[in-house]
């Protein structure tokens, strides 16, 4: 499943206490457009609850084209994918790459196979930066940024984020071939990426729950990062994914048996034990533990 959001409620999700607060950080997420209507629509946010002109935003313009904004008090730099309109119901990847006030970059792959990159370079700083939304932006004005923005109106999966930037030493822009490693591999296959995630969601089985099953949530700090649900952020069809895709959970010494077995330490006279490497596949599960020796075959 993925998160559903419903614009003609607003239903959005919101984390007063956001752990990553300026430059540089880095986020990657799928989204889904329900369907075209002509207006500006928040996905994802970190704004100033004190102002509505400082903010940085992910979003979809009026012309339905995928957007990165950023504001400091009266400046701001919007910055449109060259790709064009989105598609209603087909998904998309977004990485954007929030670097300095002076680079800022959002690459985006589309259900094509299109790629297409855009770069600001207007030196932007925002403060008070204190709230964090998925599906909406939120400042002193309300639901809204600079300009009259809506909620998000479909689906949104596999959200993440660094605080740093996701494609470092590299001079620039990403490419085609690492955004689509991305979207299938996912950012813990990157050790420079998975290494300095704060937060990843895959919005499978619950918008928010704390006590999602532990291939749900991953965050770094001793803390659980809470997400409050505003009217109502159901469930959808998640995003597909292809078993080679990583989650953070499974032990960094497991991955190298990708989509095999191993054998627990246990010592020789006591039950032993496969462990499943998580095949994340669109509604198929993570695998599981299987006892003795039923599956014994998948070692050989």
């Known amino acids: 499943m993925a998160a559903l959001f419903d614009t003609l409620v607003s239903s ?25 209507s002509n207006v500006i629509r928040g996905i994802w946010a970190l704004s100033s609850i004190g102002t ?51 680079n800022r970059n959002m690459s985006v792959l589309a259900h094509t196979g299109n790629f297409g990159t855009t770069v600001g370079v207007t030196n932007l700083n925002p403060s008070g930066l204190s709230l964090m939304t998925i599906g909406a932006i939120s400042t002193a004005a ?14 949104i999966a596999e959200f993440w984020m660094t605080n740093s930037d996701a494609y470092p030493s590299h001079g620039g822009s990403v490419n085609k ?10 950012p813990f ?21 704390e006590a999602n099953d532990p291939n ?34 499974t032990p960094f010494s497991w991955r190298a048996i990708k989509q095999g077995w191993m054998v627990s330490t246990a010592a020789p006279a006591t039950e032993q034990q496969f462990v499943r490497f998580p095949a994340r596949m669109d509604g198929i599960g993570y695998g599981g533990i ?4 039923r599956m014994m075959d998948k070692v050989k």
């Open 216 to 249: 749900e949530v991953y965050y770094i700090s001793s803390q659980a990062i809470r997400w409050a649900n505003v009217n109502g952020v159901g469930i959808a069809p998640h995003a597909p994914l292809v078993p080679q895709y990583q989650d953070g959970f």
């Open 177 to 186: 071939n690492f955004m689509v490693s991305l979207k299938e591999r996912g």
């Open 12 to 36: 959005y999700l919101v984390n007063s206490a956001p752990t990553v607060l300026g430059y540089p950080f880095s986020v990657g997420i799928m989204v889904r457009l329900k369907a075209a």
């Open 52 to 102: 509505s002109t400082d903010y940085f935003e992910i979003r979809m313009s009026a012309t339905e084209v995928l957007q990165m904004a950023t504001s400091s008090s009266l400046v701001a730099q919007e910055l449109l994918s060259p790709l064009g309109a989105s598609v209603p119901d087909k998904w998309q990847f977004i990485l954007a790459r929030f670097i300095s006030p002076t």
């Open 189 to 209: 296959a990157f050790p420079n990426i998975g290494n300095n995630i704060v937060e990843y969601r895959s919005f499978r089985k619950y918008p928010t729950h």
């Open 290 to 293: 299987f006892p003795g020796g």
């Open 142 to 155: 309300g639901l809204r940024d600079a300009n009259v923005t809506v909620p998000w109106d479909g689906s």
